[in-house]
């Protein structure tokens, strides 16, 4: 995003903290990807992922006179997206995340340029503990750096770190099937 | 890990759109342009409240004309009370005057014999 976009984006939330409603709407449409992808891939199923994208943006509306940027909307609009799914998560004893079979029409034929490596992503994300999934999606769907995923889930950066040194140690370990190996380029040590 | 393996990642979990379908249904609701209809939950004191009011009247009502019969009925009962009372009054004071004249006439009997039997 240039600086041109943010600055514009910016006048759209102090526009959309005034009741603008075309302001509201684009501020929507600039996140929601992002909301619902993390809410998708943490949840498993589509349903629950569209039920967590508009409770969180509806929480948003309530919330707009506290957020002083679209850098600060987006920081909270993470935040409140994985702190409620790993609530989510939980409070279920043992989460059903969608079988494969079932997931033909989890991600758009748009999106989805490798449907088998989507379904198998989501299997192996599945498979993590909620903190777990959260940090390696902040990491690789959100691309923030370890620092930024420790204040947003806060978490100290040393579990960000062995989150997802562990994490992919496990991901490729169940990928390729051979034992893990030591990752000694890791930049996570 | 390798950078290589960081990037499939980054490809493979790049963020995905929600349906258009849903994606309106968000911008609608979030921006309030279809307001949600009024819970019933919001009715119901409203509702209450009216049916309250019309089981008070009822009651009110209820309460109103059984205490105009009652008030009615205890005139009544003490109006025949008091009718009683009048002919009791009345039929003692029959009765007294006619127990004064048997008392006269007994009495003006015996001072008639006494006279008699003190002439003889």
Redesign the interface.
């Known amino acids: 995003m240039n600086d041109d976009s943010a600055d514009h984006l910016d006048q759209q939330l102090q526009k959309a903290r005034r009741g603008e ?1 075309a302001a ?2 684009l501020l ?2 600039t996140h ?3 909301v ?2 993390l809410a ?2 943490m949840l498993g199923t589509r349903d629950l ?2 039920d967590l ?2 409770e969180v ?2 929480q ?2 309530g919330n707009l006179s506290a957020i002083d940027s679209n850098r600060h909307l987006g920081f909270w609009l993470r935040q409140v997206t994985t702190n409620r799914a790993i609530d989510q998560l939980r409070r279920r004893a043992r989460v059903r995340m969608t079988p494969l079979d079932e997931e033909t029409q989890l ?2 034929a ?3 340029s ?1 449907p088998l ?2 379904r198998h ?1 989501q299997a192996l994300l599945a498979d993590l503990s909620p903190p777990a999934r959260a940090v ?2 902040l ?5 923030l750096d370890p620092l930024e995923i420790a204040r947003t889930l806060e978490m100290p950066l040393n579990t960000v770190k062995s989150h997802l ?1 562990r994490s ?1 140690e496990s991901m ?1 370990e169940k990928t390729i099937g051979t034992q893990p190996a030591r ?1 000694e ?4 040590e | ?2 950078k290589d ?2 990037s499939e ?2 490809a ?8 258009e379908e ?2 309106q249904k ?2 609608a ?5 279809h307001p949600a209809p009024l819970e019933p939950r919001r009715l119901a004191p409203r509702r209450r409240s009216l049916a309250w009011w019309l089981s008070a009247s009822l009651a009110a009502s209820v309460v109103l004309v059984v205490g105009v019969h009652q008030h009615l009925e205890q005139q009544r009962l003490q109006q025949s009370g008091l009718e009683a009372r009048r002919e009791v009054l009345q039929a003692l004071r029959v009765t007294s005057q006619k127990l004064n004249l048997a008392f006269e006439a007994v009495k003006s009997q015996s001072t008639s014999l006494t006279d008699d039997q003190s002439g003889a």
């Open positions: 409603r509201l709407t929507v449409q929601q990807r992002s619902y992808s998708l891939r992922a569209e994208t508009q943006f509806m948003m509306n991600f758009s748009e999106e989805a490798d490596l989507q992503l390696l999606l990491r690789y769907q959100e691309d040194k992919l490729r990752c380029d890791s930049p996570y | 890990m390798s393996i960081e990642m980054r493979a979990l790049r963020p995905l759109a929600p349906s849903f994606s968000l911008v609701n979030v921006t309030g342009r």
